[in-house]
């Protein structure tokens, strides 16, 4: 497969016109209404933009010529934390001891590999992958932007353009958090691993990342890798590039203790403070992880309404910890999720797992409702990748959406129409059945039309980083 295949690069899926879907559910906000709920007999209509143009609930069979859909309908989901290669990690890295550090070697191993070409391949499967997760837009946090030793390709953006492409193919929306990397750790220079992700300056950054351009599909944004990674004077460059675009800037953010102590003694700062000084914080940013905070740090996020992507399923499996979520959400930060590292991809998980974890470190329970759960995943995740007009059900809206099963034996009771709480607390990815991306179907029955064989595409493109 390449990126300069004419076949390969043609649309995965038409182009929509006017048309009719028909839901038996289908969770919406009704005209004037405040809050979402779960209406009966829903008939969708997407005008030739790909936006809502009508929904009407309670109203009747569905007509003739509609496209029928199953179970509950939701608005798709957002991924806003992906990192596309390390998909290829999954099944070797869960087993044995170890910290996030060990890890960080193994998965080095993995972006050594990647070339324009293999990661065109490897991110069209695992983007497919979320789709048929419902998955409809992610944000991907980009870094691997060179060649091995650091030189640029003929095109100093054929890694991220790869990307770009890749969302194309497998039918869903992208935003390209293209990620300043520039220290292997508080002013070392990079190592063998990460020259690769470095353009050396944070104005060379700035330089390549202008090249590249929104699409229909695509969104272009920034990213700062760490406080480790882009030293502390080079930090205002990229807040100022993002700024000026009114772009999402995205960064991790005191993921591990190791990082924190780091920061204090080279600083005499926590990494929230040092981001704060250099005016990163605000609510066009993302805070991914934020999980050992001070408690001024909170007060440092809640006060700029600074949003906080979670990204439960990979700070667990890397031992990072449980972040303050709920008191971060309750100081008025919103939430986002990711699946970052991919050891599933599945924002079902991701959203069930906010509440569950609250429950082992307060053992209490009923921190969040599932409409709280389902707006993180959903509308607010939309929202901190720049798709404003998508994650939820409503005129005017993108139509972007997924339906879940409710008959299946996970999902399965007299009383899952009645509202969110079996997709949330009960349903996994292998219950969605189908997505709709701008009005495109781009999952059915769940298949993916574009790439049916998805495990299949995954196995290949995985096996091909290994040889």
Same mark, same amino acid.
């Given at each position: ?53 009508? *929904? ?12 029928? *859909? ?34 960080? &070697? ?60 890749? =969302? ?151 031992? &990072? ?18 699946? &970052? ?46 798709? &404003? ?60 039309? =574009? ?17």
């Amino acid at each position: 497969m390449s990126l300069s295949d004419p076949v390969a690069s043609e649309p995965v899926v038409r182009e929509p016109g006017s048309s009719v879907f028909w839901a038996p559910h289908a969770w919406l906000r009704r005209e004037g209404g405040s809050m979402p709920a779960v209406e009966d007999a829903v008939r969708i209509e997407v005008d030739a933009t790909g936006r809502i143009s009508s *929904l009407t609930p309670d109203s009747g069979p569905a007509p003739a010529g509609a496209t029928v *859909l199953t179970g509950l309908a939701l608005p798709g989901t957002a991924n806003a934390h992906s990192h596309a290669f390390h998909r290829a990690l999954r099944g070797t890295v869960q087993v044995g001891s170890g910290t996030f550090w060990t890890w960080r &070697d193994t998965m080095y191993r993995a972006a050594d590999a990647l070339d324009p070409d293999n990661y065109l391949a490897l991110a069209t499967a695992v983007y497919a992958e979320m789709a048929l997760a419902g998955v409809t837009s992610v944000g991907e946090f980009h870094y691997v932007h060179h060649q091995m030793g650091g030189a640029p390709y003929a095109d100093p953006n054929a890694m991220g353009e790869a990307l770009i492409e890749a =969302a194309s193919r497998a039918g869903i929306r992208i935003t390209l958090l293209d990620a300043c990397y520039l220290s292997s750790g508080f002013g070392e220079p990079p190592n063998r691993h990460q020259v690769r992700f470095s353009d050396v300056t944070a104005e060379a950054w700035a330089t390549r990342v202008s090249l590249l351009k929104d699409r229909d599909h695509a969104k272009i944004g920034a990213a700062i890798h760490s406080v480790r990674a882009v030293p502390a004077e080079e930090l205002g460059t990229v807040a100022a590039w993002a700024k000026e675009r009114r772009a999402p800037l995205h960064v991790h953010l005191s993921e591990q203790v190791a990082e924190n102590e780091a920061c204090q003694s080279v600083y005499g700062l926590t990494p929230t403070q040092l981001l704060a000084r250099h005016g990163v914080l605000g609510p066009r940013t993302s805070a991914v992880h934020a999980t050992h905070l001070t408690s001024e740090d909170q007060r440092l996020l809640t006060d700029t309404s600074t949003v906080i992507c979670m990204c439960p399923t990979t700070e667990r499996d890397l031992a &990072d910890g449980i972040g303050p979520a709920r008191q971060l959400a309750s100081g008025g930060c919103p939430i986002s999720l990711g699946s &970052d590292s991919h050891a599933v991809i599945d924002l079902f998980e991701e959203a069930r797992a906010l509440e569950l974890n609250e429950r082992l470190a307060t053992q209490q329970r009923g921190h969040w409702t599932a409409a709280a759960l389902l707006r993180a995943a959903t509308e607010d995740g939309h929202a901190s990748l720049g798709w &404003d007009e998508a994650g939820r059900l409503e005129r005017g809206a993108l139509a972007d959406f997924c339906t879940v099963a409710l008959d299946t034996p996970r999902t399965a009771g007299p009383v899952a129409r009645l509202g969110v709480e079996t997709a949330v607390f009960a349903a996994t990815s292998a219950d969605v059945r189908d997505v709709v991306v701008g009005g495109r179907v781009v999952v059915r029955d769940g298949v993916h039309l =574009a790439v049916p064989e998805t495990g299949k595409a995954l196995h290949q493109a995985i096996a091909a980083l290994r040889s």
